[in-house]
């Protein structure tokens, strides 16, 4: 019923268009927010480090500010973009409806990473949206992000910093090694905390349905809100980017092992076939980059090992899957699309 509200947006700028521009790295001080929050008022895109991966962020209420974050990422418009917010008081800007399970999520885990999915209100420009009647929101646990948002006086539209389906960013010289010469300005505000994505939960049916894993897990929701669907419901929101495929991906391929067992088998037939293979795990006693045997730390080090591992020295990166357990459904969930082959633009 959602997807035939949905129709095709056009992104203004092709990616051959996008004029070079000289990227600045700028520590985090009064000075380069004030610069930062301009930049965003006048139209600007600004990279920013939040509690989960660093944002390209835009204007939310500013059409042409928004597709430009599109043109730099070459992020496909049917892709809608979270819209983030310095205080829960400043919903009411970009959302038609508040409900009560949203009030209630937010009262609990904002400021945080969690996003809340809600009927979208006009000012709301179709291209923040993917054409969709519904918008993505979160207010973001970092200070920079808070800073910067409330500083600029507008929401601020942003995805991750990142060219679309390449790894996200955990930090400033991640963004720059993706978007350098394509964005003028990344506040530098140290690594993130949380490393992966937020959790994206629809409060529009009467059942909340988790549409991406992230650090706040059905069990944390459920307590709070009752029972939750996961999954994406067969409609419009199943277009939404973090349903696609391939997301986060290094360029070296990534394939993936069930067990430790299963991980040295592959290992050994890529080194009989020539190629440099490096095996990841957490688990004690298996694999060459070792990365904590604990969700939360896992994910704060996954898109900075895959970075450093993505340098050209490996020719396949085997990953041993974490167990399939709920409490590692978030890292599970980016590590089946860091190895996803299909492309999706
Ligand atoms: P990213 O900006 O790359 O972190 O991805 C944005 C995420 O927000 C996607 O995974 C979508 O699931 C979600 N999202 C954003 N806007 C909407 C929306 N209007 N409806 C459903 N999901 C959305
Ligand atoms: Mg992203």
Known sequence: MLAAAYHSVVVPQKLEEIRAVETVIAPVDDDSL???????????????????????????????AVSRIFAAKG???????????????????????????????AQRFWPGPLTLVVPKSASV???????????????????VARALIRT??????????NRS??????????????????????????PCPGGIESTVVD???????????????????????????????????????????????????????STAAEAEQLCRQCQQAGLRPIVVSCEAGSGQCRL?????????????????LDDGRFDRLIVQLPPDRPEWAAVRDRLLRAAAKNENG
């Not at 929101?137 to 970092?142: A, G, L, Q, V, Y």
């Not at 010289?173 to 505000?189: A, N, Q, Y």
Request: proline fraction near 11%.
């Open 125 to 143: 420009p179709d291209i923040v949206t993917a054409g969709g009647p519904t918008v993505a929101i979160r207010c973001p646990d970092h200070p």
């Open 34 to 64: 004030h610069r930062a929050a301009e930049v965003l008022r006048a139209g600007g895109l600004v990279a920013f480090p939040t509690e989960t991966v660093y944002g390209l962020g835009a204007n939310a209420l500013d059409a042409a």
């Open 292 to 308: 904590p045997n604990d969700p939360a730390r896992y994910a704060r080090e996954l898109y900075a090992t895959l970075h450093e």
């Open 152 to 161: 600029a006086g507008v929401p601020v539209a942003a995805p991750s910093a």
């Open 165 to 190: 389906t390449e790894l996200s960013p955990t930090r400033a010289e991640h963004v720059l090694k993706s978007l350098k010469g394509r964005i003028p300005l990344i506040l530098d505000g140290g």
């Open 75 to 105: 992020r496909p418009a049917t892709n809608p973009v979270i819209v983030h917010v310095a205080d829960s008081s400043d919903v009411a800007l970009v959302a038609a409806a508040w409900p009560d399970t949203a009030a209630q999520l």
């Open 203 to 257: 409060v529009t049916a009467a059942r909340p349905r988790i549409l991406r894993p992230g650090l706040i897990t059905a069990a944390m929701l459920e307590a709070v809100c009752g029972p939750v669907d996961v999954g994406a419901a067969l409609s419009g929101v199943a277009r939404s980017p973090g349903l696609m495929a391939k997301h986060y991906s290094p360029r070296t391929p990534v394939v993936l092992a």
